[in-house]
């Protein structure tokens, strides 16, 4: 099985802060990553509207629309919107993949720029969506057995 190049991926980075923007396009890009900026939801939605975006990556805290409520507009667009959300280490118990439907929870911290990469490889080169939850499981399991 064959991974595509970093370059073959955009990727969305959304920040109301300018160093934040600056500091995490340059790590991409400089990973190989095609990455667009926006400063706020308003533009994030317009650009993951206009075109093509393998991940996100949203802060967490942003006026208006945060990087939650941001992710379930993403996802009224393109249902398989693959989403790494960005939280603050005061936030880091209450926001994680379960409580947020983010597809990846990556807390600032010095080790940030190593779990954004591989958050950000891992989704890009996903092919497939995301596993339903056991319960779905369970109920198509169901299914297949009545149909015998």
């Known amino acids: 099985m064959a991974t595509t190049s970093?370059?073959?991926?955009?990727?969305?980075?959304?920040?109301?802060?300018?160093?934040?923007?600056l500091v995490r396009r340059a790590l991409l890009e400089e990973a190989g990553y095609a990455v667009q900026?926006?400063?706020?939801?308003?533009?994030?939605?317009?650009?993951?509207?206009?075109?093509?975006?393998?991940?996100a990556v949203t802060e967490y805290r942003m006026p208006r629309l945060n990087g939650v409520e941001l992710m379930a507009r993403f996802r009224e667009i393109n249902p398989a919107a693959r989403v790494?959300?960005?939280?603050?280490?005061?936030?880091?118990?209450?926001?994680?993949?379960?409580?947020?439907?983010?597809?990846?929870?990556?807390?600032k911290s010095f080790n940030e720029p190593a779990h954004?990469?591989?958050?950000?490889?891992?989704?890009?080169?996903?092919?497939?969506?995301?596993?339903?939850p056991a319960s779905q499981k369970r109920a198509r399991v169901g299914i297949r057995a009545e149909a015998r």
Do not use: Y
Not at 91 to 100: G, I, K, R, V, W
């Open 6 to 21: 970093a370059a073959s991926h955009h990727i969305l980075l959304i920040d109301n802060s300018r160093d934040g923007l």
């Open 37 to 55: 900026i926006a400063r706020n939801s308003e533009d994030a939605l317009h650009l993951f509207g206009a075109g093509r975006v393998d991940v």
């Open 84 to 107: 790494v959300l960005l939280a603050e280490p005061s936030e880091s118990s209450s926001l994680t993949e379960q409580t947020t439907g983010a597809d990846a929870v990556v807390i």
């Open 116 to 132: 954004l990469l591989r958050a950000v490889k891992r989704l890009a080169n996903r092919t497939a969506r995301r596993k339903p």
